[in-house]
């Protein structure tokens, strides 16, 4: 099955070999009956990915209990590009035992001032692709002189 032309579907192992080399992806969930996506540091637990959230905050109260998706790409000076997704069930850490390890995997907290808790995303189903090298070419931009920059 390939999800985007041209693209190699990925199995189970490499999404998580991708989403090990990237330390930022991005969270969907429903915020007030609203659909919302922020961005998010994140690091494998297992096959489970934790995020960092900030107790109180609209992350941490909207998610636990729903399902979520989970994203995160990347592409390579090659020309190459790869996505994962995983969508699965959230839930916030609480534990005693289970957050001093995810303690461990030394998340940083993009607001260290209000504290830090970590929602967990269970495995549910993880799908990823990968495009070859030179299939993705790099955007320009113009300038305000005119001239194009990379």
Do not use: K
């Amino acid at each position: 099955m390939r999800t985007v032309e041209g693209a190699e579907t990925l199995g189970e192992g490499e999404c998580r070999r991708l989403l090990s080399r990237v330390p930022v992806g991005r969270i969907a969930f429903t915020a007030r009956a609203l659909p919302a996506v922020q961005p998010v540091p994140f690091a494998l637990d297992g096959t489970r990915v934790v995020v960092a959230a900030v107790p109180g905050s609209t992350l941490a109260v909207s998610c636990p209990g729903t399902v979520v998706a989970f994203e995160a790409d990347g592409w390579e000076p090659d020309g190459g590009a790869w996505a994962v997704t995983v969508v699965g069930p959230a839930r916030v850490a609480h534990a005693e035992a289970e957050v001093a390890r995810l303690d461990r995997l030394h998340l940083p907290s993009w607001s260290p001032s209000a504290g830090r808790c970590y929602l967990v995303i269970e495995n549910g189903i993880t799908s990823g692709w990968q495009m070859p090298p030179g299939s993705v070419g790099v955007r320009r931009s113009v300038g305000t002189d005119g001239r194009a920059s990379a």
